[in-house]
């Protein structure tokens, strides 16, 4: 059985807000462990989407996420149409920015992510439901504190 959400933000400061909860209408079909990880990484491509989107069209189009829950994987599609691709960056947890850390906790948490670029800009990433992947799990990130 797949459970799907398909919601519509504004590219505002209280997007990534809204996914969070959009999110948490998942609980009870995704385990905690899972939702604490889906939550943390819709917010943070929501807030890139609010931030590039902004930056590079300058207009206030809507922000796409969509999320389909399955028996054995979780898949998440944030979409915008104004974000520019090249802008996405993972980056080293060494190199001491207190910023821009989104797509790191995507790629260390993430069972699989990527990017496509058609008609906008479409990041995804899915997580593996059998395999532990929560970021305390794994022990943090490096230079990062999990609190």
Known sequence: MTVE?????LPDAR????????????????????????ELLVSELVTNAVQHLSAVSGEREWIRLLVA???????VD?????QD????????????????????????VASRWGVDEEDGTRVWFELDR?????????GGLPGVGVG
């Open 130 to 138: 059998s395999a532990p992947s929560t970021v305390a799990s794994r």
């Open 69 to 75: 829950a399955r028996r054995d994987k979780i898949r």
């Open 85 to 108: 691709a090249g802008a996405l960056i993972v980056r080293d947890p060494l190199d001491g920015h207190v910023s821009g850390w989104g797509l790191v906790f995507v790629d260390r």
């Open 78 to 82: 944030v979409t915008d149409r104004g």
């Open 15 to 38: 997007a990534p807000a809204r996914a969070r909860r959009a999110v948490r209408t998942l609980r009870g079909v995704v385990p905690d462990a899972d939702l604490a990880d889906l």
């Open 5 to 9: 959400l398909d919601v519509g933000l």
